[in-house]
C-alpha cells in the first residue's frame, strides 16, 4: 500500500482507538452494556472492555502507518494456511 494513503489511513484508526479510550462514555451510550464483560469483569467491565478495544484499535492503526500489519498479515496467513516461505 502507497504511504500516501497507508500514514493518513494508520493515523485515523490510532485516533479512533484514542477517542474510544478518552470517550468511553460515548462509546457506551452508543454500543451499550456487553454482558459477557459485565459478568467477566464485574461492574464495569464493559467500560474496561472498550477501553482495551481502544488500545487495540490504537496499537492496529499504529501498524498500519508503520506498515508492521503486511508482516503480521502474512505470517497469519501462513499459520492457518501452513504453507511456509520459500525464501526463509
Excluded: C
Amino acid at each position: 500500500m502507497s504511504p500516501f494513503i497507508r500514514i493518513p489511513l494508520g493515523l485515523a484508526i490510532m485516533v479512533v482507538g484514542f477517542l474510544m479510550v478518552k470517550k468511553t462514555e460515548v462509546v457506551l451510550s452508543w454500543f451499550g452494556q456487553i454482558p459477557f464483560a459485565e459478568q467477566k469483569f464485574g461492574p464495569g467491565g464493559s467500560r474496561f472492555f472498550y477501553k482495551l478495544l481502544g488500545v487495540v484499535v490504537t496499537f492496529i492503526g499504529i501498524f498500519i502507518a508503520t506498515n508492521v500489519i503486511s508482516g503480521i498479515l502474512e505470517d497469519l496467513a501462513g499459520l492457518l494456511t501452513h504453507t511456509t516461505d520459500p525464501n526463509s
